[in-house]
């Protein structure tokens, strides 16, 4: 059985165990609606084109509207583009564009129309070195006509020259894949057959930009704007911001859709740690949380709780988290850390951790009721892909790295012979033992620390004084005191896919490309030295290259699959946990928000049914039945 189907049938199965006698609750319209988000995901930027991260674009996707959007089957439907087609081998695509639609400022006023040029200058935006530093270029990179060219075309060019350029440029237009027939007409042309185009309109990497935004505001204002000047064209403007503390979304008045149901307001609070939230929502502060693993074992435990018949797994954002694994760390003072990275180079000391690593204490962390659940082997997601005979990708992944469900990992007697092979190789290298993990999280977030202690714990008991994990902290930025220095021995990271091809997941992780976000921003595979792990690391990020050029579907995801285990085969990153099962207590029916695999709308607050009161695990299992019956 698929994961996904199993969760969703886990659902069902533990109504009955879970149920109190609780009526079901009437929707309640649109009126207002509090969410929360962990301080240590506040935005760090509010120009969409440059966000790779879900902490930004979960902000950002209400207050931009894409060409195509999905509803929640994952169905395409008409946004910004009122109807499109592509030529007979999808290397074509055309999408006609609404006319008469504003841009409008934070005071909902209207600043110029959205015409099919701001899709011309979004992609010259993120072509441009100097605009947008190759964040969002992968995907173009890869399908996109001349794309990589411009790229390269601008960064050679100096910042203010770089910065001068526009999308009705006869350069760009001469050198990338775009036409503008006329302003409410968009022509994607492209390198190779994209039968998968649409899932890619629905990432950040195809949005608008208006040049009317960039001519009054300046290139470096664009890039550093914040709500109070931003431009909006999507359901939502920012009409309060507080950094750290709250943002408040009242509805865009010139927004396209006029059908659709909007809150007349959504403030999203500012928690400092994943505990707050669930007394905020026991307080009515809130009207959904996400429950720490302590307050799930209090509730679950206590057949009295008056909340245990509303404990429900809402539908989350599809993707896995992993351990990745820095192979170029840094000491504090900025010199080499020799006996990390020698002992990461080598293949046993990696296998020795793949297969001695007891996950299990971590899916309990996440799930107590049902930690099995959280298990997954891939970095890719199920339904990315999928083979004409049916078989999805994932399933194919699993295949080819001979995935044994009815036993774990480290219940296979597999890791006892690599701890000795790497004591025995890296001890002759002068490597010290047990080889220290600096692990970092943010000061003061007491679920950080909570989960921080349970993964030292596991990683410790992988085998007696071979690996000891050091909890450091930082403070405000991750990526700024952190990674940039390269101070990380790992980092736990996932990746919800921004389109339906699973290049988009093997990408993060090249070698040789700027736009490699993991690659580049956690692992420093660009700086790995040592020929045992250079090779591997080249070969890996060979094989995908290779793979991502195979237009036929078939090929194509054969070729990417043997990439794809290939990383297991030499333990390059290692799987940890499926996410999309938060235990969560909610008045939204997650049955009725956007959801797809991929993409960045799950969390537009669009069409959303809720409730005055807590939805229970009765109501739950319905919208699950009403939902499978409307497919």
Known sequence: MKKGKRLLA????????????????????????????????????????????????????????????????????????????????????????????????????????????????GLEWILNYHKNQSKNTAMHFEVTKGAAEYYEYTKNLDAEAGKATTAKDAKFLEMVGIEIPDDYTVIYKLSKSVPYFESLCTGACIYPLSQAQVDAMGVDGVFGQQPNNM????????????????????????????????????EVKMVQDNLTDDEMFMNGEVDRCDLSESRLRLIYDNENDPNRGNLVQPRGVVGHSQILINYYKNNLDGTPDVNWNTAIAN?????????????????????????????????????????????????????????????????????????????????????????????????????AQD??????????????????????????????????????????ASWAADYGDPENFLNCLIAGDDAAYFGNRIMNVNSAEIPEIREVLDTFSDMTRAANMIGDLDERYEAQAQAEAYLYKHAVIIPMRLNATAWSLTKVNGFSTPFAAF?????????????????????YARFEQEYNQGK
């Not at 408040?248 to 909007?262: A, G, V």
């Not at 099995?372 to 194919?396: A, L």
């Not at 993409?599 to 009161?613: A, L, R």
Request: with cysteine; aromatic share 16%; glycine share 6%.
């Open 231 to 266: 431009w909006y064209n999507g359901p939502y403007v920012i009409s309060e911001y507080v950094q750290n503390n709250s943002k408040i979304f009242t509805p865009n008045p010139e927004y396209w859709d006029k059908d659709c149901q909007l809150f007349d307001s959504v």
């Open 599 to 619: 993409g960045i709308q799950m969390d537009v607050y669009k069409n959303w049914e809720t409730s005055t009161e807590t939805y229970s695990a009765e109501d």
């Open 451 to 492: 989960f921080a202690t349970i993964f030292k714990d596991s990683i410790e008991n992988i085998a007696e004084d071979f690996i000891t994990v050091d909890i450091r902290t930082y403070i405000t930025s991750l990526t700024q005191e952190v990674y940039s220095n390269k101070y990380q021995s790992c980092g736990l």
């Open 347 to 447: 293949e046993n000391f990696r296998q020795a951790i793949y297969w001695g690593w007891n996950t299990r204490d971590i899916w309990s962390y996440y799930n107590y009721i049902d930690p099995d659940s959280m298990r997954t082997e891939n970095f890719t997601t199920e339904d990315i892909g999928k083979f004409s005979d049916g078989t999805d990708y994932v399933d194919r992944v699993e295949e080819l790295i001979g995935v044994d469900r009815s036993v774990n990992r480290w219940e296979s007697g597999k890791a006892e012979e690599y701890i000795k092979k790497a004591k025995e190789e890296l001890s002759a290298q002068g490597v010290t033992f047990p080889v220290e993990l600096a692990y970092y999280i943010k000061a003061g977030d007491q679920g």
């Open 10 to 121: 886990l659902s069902l199965t533990l109504v009955m165990a879970l149920s109190a006698c609780t009526k079901p609750s009437e929707p309640k319209g649109g009126n207002d609606f509090v969410d929360w988000q962990l301080q240590a995901n506040e935005n760090t930027t509010f120009l969409l084109l440059y966000s790779e991260e879900r902490a930004n674009s979960k902000v950002l996707c209400n207050c931009y509207s894409p060409l195509i959007e999905y509803d929640k089957y994952g169905v395409y439907q008409p946004a910004m583009a009122t109807e499109w087609s592509h030529n007979e081998d999808a290397s074509e695509w055309t999408f006609k564009i609404r006319q008469g639609i504003q841009w409008v400022n934070q005071a909902g006023e209207p600043m110029a129309e959205c015409t099919a040029w701001d899709w011309a200058t």
